[in-house]
């Protein structure tokens, strides 16, 4: 089975900073996502990545997969409040979907 | 835009009992995954359906049972309930596309066992 793991496990940012999230694949990889999930709430799909060194970016918000499609990192700029929550990678091998181990992101305002 | 809808959202049962999770997922998508995700865990993955059939199994308990209907609606059955099974259960689908595989998660249910 795939493993996905992330890190850090948790970051605590002041308002303004930039902070990376890493996903970790056991395997390589032919699609990762990234989604986010507040507290309690369902996930909410950020972006796709599917070929090596492809970057997307949406809002303060780049994601990048490594050329061996077997890293991804989520890069937040002048990181605000509303960025807070946990954020999951996730992979597709086949008919199950992965999800990484989860990075919970608190920004102090 | 039609989102996964689940329900109920709140549910509270007694060790023993059982309970019935429902799932409607985004119009004409093909697919439907069920998780559990339990305090400061991430999902695990339990059950998927692939228009209607059961396309794969992951840590799904024997207790627990699902299926997906002629409307593609699927239900999320679990039985002899402990109180360990108090968690989120999410319910997402997608449409099977090459290459692409982009789930759309319903709000979850909150099952809390007493």
């Known amino acids: 089975s795939q493993e996905l793991e992330q890190s850090p496990q948790s970051l605590i940012v002041q308002e303004g900073k930039n902070l990376t999230i890493n996903c970790t694949s056991s395997?390589?990889?032919?699609?990762l996502y990234w989604y986010k999930q507040k507290y309690g709430e369902g996930l909410i799909f950020l972006m796709m990545?599917?070929?090596?060194?492809e970057e997307k970016s949406h809002e303060k918000i780049t994601a990048k997969l490594d050329e061996k499609k077997q890293q991804s990192s989520l890069h937040i700029t002048a990181s605000q409040p509303s960025h807070a929550g946990i954020y999951l990678c996730?992979?597709?091998?086949?008919?199950?979907?992965?999800f990484g181990t989860g990075t919970s992101l608190t920004v102090i305002p | 835009a039609a989102g996964v809808i689940q329900s109920p959202r709140h549910l509270i049962k007694e060790k023993r009992e059982t309970a019935t999770l429902k799932c409607y997922p985004i119009?004409?998508?093909?697919?439907v995954y069920w998780y559990q995700q339990g305090p400061g865990q991430d999902p695990q993955f339990l059950i998927s359906?692939?228009?209607?059939?059961?396309?794969d199994k992951g840590s799904i308990p024997d207790r627990f049972s699902a299926q997906q209907f002629s409307d593609y609606h699927s239900e999320l059955n679990m039985s002899s309930l402990e109180l360990g099974d108090s968690a989120l259960y999410f319910c997402?689908?997608?449409?099977?596309?090459?290459?692409?595989?982009?789930?759309?998660f319903g709000a979850g249910s909150r099952l809390t066992v007493l």
């Open positions: 997402a689908s997608s449409r099977q596309v090459t290459g692409a595989n982009v789930l759309t």
């Open positions: 395997k390589t990889l032919y699609g």
């Open positions: 990545l599917q070929k090596g060194g």
């Open positions: 996730g992979a597709d091998p086949g008919n199950q979907f992965y």
């Open positions: 119009p004409r998508h093909d697919t």
């Open positions: 359906f692939y228009e209607k059939m059961q396309s």
